[in-house]
C-alpha cells in the first residue's frame, strides 16, 4: 500500500492551500472562511485517507488531499475537453474549483471527529482490505451531505451550480441522484452541466488512483520474488556440485547473503 512521507504529506496540504488562494479573491469572505475551516480541520485533513478499502482508492494516509489535488485537476481538463468538443462551458472556473475541492469534504468526518477510523477487525482487515471503516459515532450522514454542512457551518456561500456539482459528484452510482440525473422530463433536466464534469472528472481520477495501486501491488510482489530469488542465488553459490551446502569462504558473497537477507526481512540485530 502506497505510503506517503512527511515531506510529501506537508507538500500536498501546501498546494492545496495554495490552490484557495490562487482561486478565490484576496480578502474576500469566501476565501478567508474557507482558510478558517481548512485551517481548523487541517489535522484531520492531511492524515485523512481518500476510502476504506485498498481496491478502491487511495486508502492511504494522506490519500484525501491527493485525491483532492487530483480531481482539481482533472476537473480543468475535463472542462476544457468539454468546450473542446463543442460543449457550452456555463459555469465559471471559480465554480469548478470549488466543487472538484470540496466534492469530497464530508470524508474528512464532522466538526469534532474522523469519519473513517482504522478497523480493527483483523479479518475484516485482511480478507474483505478494509484498511479503515466508517465512524459510527459520528451521524450518520452522506458524504456530500457533510460537505455541504460544514460549507455552511463555516459560512462559505456556495452557488446553485456548486451545491448541484457537490451533491452530484457520485453520479448515477449513488441512487438518490436518480432525482436530478434520470430526468425525462426536458424542463426539469439539469440546467447547466458542472455536475457532469466534475462526476466524470472524480469517476476518471479514482480509476488512475485504482491503477497506480493495483500496479503498485503487482510492483511490490515483483521487487519480492525479485529479492527471493536473489537469496536463492546466493545460497546455491554455497553448495557444492553435489547440492551439499558450504562454509562460504568468500567475505563479499558472505555479506551480500545477509545484506539480502536484512533487506528483505529487516534487520533482526
Ligand atoms: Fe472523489
Redesign the pocket.
Known amino acids: 500500500m502506497k505510503q506517503l512521507s512527511e515531506t510529501q504529506l506537508k507538500e500536498n496540504w501546501d498546494k492545496l492551500i495554495q490552490v484557495i488562494k490562487d482561486t478565490f479573491e484576496d480578502g474576500s469572505e469566501r476565501r478567508e472562511n474557507l482558510l478558517k475551516m481548512y485551517h481548523d480541520l487541517e489535522d484531520r485533513m492531511i492524515m485523512a485517507p481518500?476510502s476504506g478499502k485498498e481496491e478502491y482508492h487511495y486508502c492511504h494516509v494522506g490519500g484525501y488531499v491527493e485525491?483532492v489535488l487530483h480531481?482539481v485537476d482533472t476537473a480543468r481538463k475535463m472542462s476544457d475537453t468539454y468546450e473542446a468538443a463543442g460543449g457550452h462551458k456555463n459555469w465559471t472556473d471559480e465554480e469548478l474549483v470549488f466543487s472538484a475541492l470540496h466534492?469530497?469534504l464530508g470524508k474528512v468526518g464532522d466538526l469534532n471527529d474522523e469519519y473513517y477510523v482504522p478497523q480493527d477487525n483483523d479479518w475484516r482487515r485482511k480478507t474483505l482490505g478494509e484498511v479503515y471503516t466508517s465512524n459510527t459515532d459520528i451521524p450518520n450522514m452522506r458524504v456530500p451531505d457533510r460537505a455541504l454542512f460544514l460549507l455552511q457551518h463555516f459560512g462559505v456561500k456556495c452557488s446553485v451550480n456548486e451545491t448541484l456539482a457537490i451533491k452530484l459528484?457520485d453520479g448515477l452510482y449513488d441512487e438518490a441522484n436518480a432525482y436530478y440525473m434520470k430526468v425525462f422530463d426536458a424542463k426539469r433536466s439539469l440546467k447547466n452541466h458542472l455536475p457532469y464534469i466534475l462526476h466524470w472528472a472524480?469517476h476518471m481520477?479514482?480509476t488512475v488512483e485504482y491503477d497506480e495501486w493495483k500496479r503498485g501491488d503487482e510492483d511490490e510482489k515483483e521487487e519480492m520474488e525479485s529479492k527471493i530469488e536473489n537469496i536463492k542465488n546466493v545460497t546455491v553459490a554455497k553448495q557444492d556440485q553435489n547440492g551439499v551446502p558450504q562454509e562460504h569462504e568468500d567475505p563479499v558473497l558472505e555479506n551480500k547473503h545477509k545484506d539480502l537477507f536484512d533487506e528483505l526481512f529487516g534487520d533482526k540485530s
Do not use: Y
Request: net charge negative; aromatic share 0%; charged share 20%.
Open positions: 481518500a485525491h480531481v466534492h469530497d459528484a472524480d481520477a479514482t
